[in-house]
């Protein structure tokens, strides 16, 4: 069995997710984030359970792209703008770039995980981010913000009325929008020595290794810290198939 340990250097990463597959019945697609580990000499890493590498994310089912409908209600017209997010921070900076100073009310909510947020924008309490979150649950779509922008037409619709309004076009703008499933990747790296490195890539390659970069500042002379992604599945048979091809023991690092 490889041996797999925990890296501050590699555990501080973000996860990466997985690219799409044409063939699949399921299409899949990823967001691409990056980070670099700061050089630090020979950092003390500590062990870590042999049950760490296959305590993978759940898959999830997220957008491809950004979507949008329109539909006018009572004179009042309602926009809803959707869009994959990896994180708060894109939420926010998607509800940034699409609100309309102009419109009366920037309604939004947004799902990421087990994170939730959502906002009236002046509407009566619980009567417009919260019918957007209830339409994304509905929907079984994660890490997505949606927006719903609304210009008044002067007739005005009432709690109920607008819960439904909100809730309806949000519902609708998601309902048929095209969408993708995201398996997460673990971020891996291996002290290799440089006479080894032709065979390591060799596995990286079956393996269907991803993203994959070199770190030389490892303070051992003639190794390199060889950093990739990987599927949670793969990284114990990936590491034992590393182990036997150079014949010496490479443990793994997440």
Not at 221 to 233: A, L, N, Q, R
Request: proline fraction near 7%.
């Amino acid at each position: 069995m490889a041996a797999v340990r925990a890296s501050p250097r590699l555990r501080s990463l973000p996860l990466l997710f997985s690219q799409p597959d044409a063939a699949a019945t399921v299409r899949h697609c990823f967001f691409c984030a990056s980070a670099s580990a700061s050089p630090s000499p020979a950092p003390t890493r500590a062990m870590a359970s042999p049950s760490s590498s296959s305590a993978a994310p759940s898959p999830y089912t997220t957008l491809v792209g950004r979507v949008s409908c329109e539909r006018e209600i009572k004179r009042s017209k309602f926009i809803a703008i959707a869009a994959p997010v990896p994180n708060e921070r894109a939420a926010m900076a998607f509800l940034d770039e699409v609100k309309d100073p102009k419109a009366t009310h920037n309604c939004w909510a947004y799902k990421l995980g087990e994170q939730f947020r959502y906002n009236d924008d002046g509407e009566p309490s619980s009567t417009a981010g919260k019918p957007i979150y209830s339409a994304v649950i509905s929907s079984g779509i994660d890490m997505v913000m949606v927006v719903v922008i609304r210009y008044f037409g002067g007739i005005k619709l009432g709690t109920g009325g607008l819960v439904r309004a909100y809730g309806g076009v949000a519902s609708e703008c998601l309902k048929d929008a095209p969408t993708c499933l995201v398996k997460p990747k673990a971020r891996v790296g291996m002290e290799v020595p440089f006479d080894l490195l032709g065979t390591v890539y060799h596995q990286l390659q079956h393996y269907q290794a991803e993203d994959i970069k070199q770190d030389y500042d490892t303070g051992k002379d003639g190794t390199v810290m060889v950093m990739f992604k990987v599927g949670y599945e793969k990284v114990e048979d990936l590491g034992n198939a590393v182990n036997s091809a150079c014949s010496r023991k490479i443990e793994l690092f997440l």
